[in-house]
């Protein structure tokens, strides 16, 4: 597969077009950015490790009937994507409070989440991601009705599959985000799956082990992430 140019950067990747349009190539740079890229780093490493977590993860539920954009790995910070159209949505799911659920609703860090509480979000940086709903969606045709109901499916078993991933692995999945496209008529997860996009803590010392650590100055990003990936599995 060729690489050609780079079509779109964003925060922490880049996409480039190959010489077949049904792919694209997903490059993780060492970017790190939260509060809508108000706070931006570069952390050594940390595109080789999200991507070879986000292969892992991504063949992980592949094998368990989710279908993934992921085809394969090309280099360290590489990989082959399916070239989808992308829905500016975030589907979110949380087991336990954190982040912006505390903020929003003054619940305590911590609290266990029975059911666990699904969210959609705006992909849009301008205006700070905003919580939106299906009327939102559906209104503004951001994504038909159907595709909305087969996200929401399938990032519930997602939840199902990394949950006891993780917990086998000593970690309690608190939160994670996910994006979906649209292949071939198909809704397929896309974007990644890593420490940057979820919340993984240490099941007996609550030790936060994902991008918590950079938002807050804890310190020891990279090493958090590299721990999480190891304790999974994952050759780096
Ligand atoms: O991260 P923040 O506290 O602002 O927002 P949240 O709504 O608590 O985030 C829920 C989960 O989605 C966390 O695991 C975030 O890392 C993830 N997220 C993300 O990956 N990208 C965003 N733009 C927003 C949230």
């Known amino acids: 597969m ?5 079509l779109y950067a964003g925060k922490a990747k880049s996409v480039y077009s190959t010489d077949d349009d049904d792919f694209v190539i997903l490059c993780f740079r060492d970017d790190t950015s939260a509060f809508d890229g108000e706070k931006m780093e570069q952390l050594s490493r940390k595109g080789e490790v999200n991507n070879k977590f986000n292969a892992y993860i991504m063949e992980y539920l592949e094998k368990a009937g989710i279908p993934t954009h992921f085809e394969s790995l090309l280099s360290a910070n590489e990989a082959l994507v399916k070239n989808m159209d992308m829905m500016p949505i975030e589907c979110v799911i949380r087991n336990v409070a ?14 266990e989440l029975s059911p666990a509480i699904f969210e959609f979000f705006l992909k849009d940086d301008a205006l700070h991601d905003p919580m939106i709903n299906e009327y939102h969606i559906e209104t503004f045709s951001w ?27 000593g970690m309690i999945l608190v939160d994670y985000k ?24 240490d ?34």
């Open 2 to 6: 060729e690489k050609r140019q780079e």
């Open 203 to 236: 099941e007996k010392t609550r030790k936060k082990l994902d991008k918590d650590r950079f938002r807050q100055g804890l310190g020891g990003v990279i090493e958090a992430y590299e721990e999480v990936a190891l304790r999974i599995g994952v050759t780096l």
């Open 98 to 111: 954190s982040g912006s659920l505390c903020r929003r609703l003054g619940v305590k860090e911590g609290q």
């Open 143 to 169: 994504a038909s009705k159907e595709n909305v109901i087969t996200m929401k499916e399938l990032t519930f078993k997602v939840n199902i599959l990394l949950k006891d991933l993780f917990s086998e692995a």
């Open 178 to 201: 996910l994006e979906f496209g649209v292949f071939k008529g198909k809704v397929v997860l896309g974007d990644e799956f890593s420490p940057d996009g979820c919340r993984l803590w």
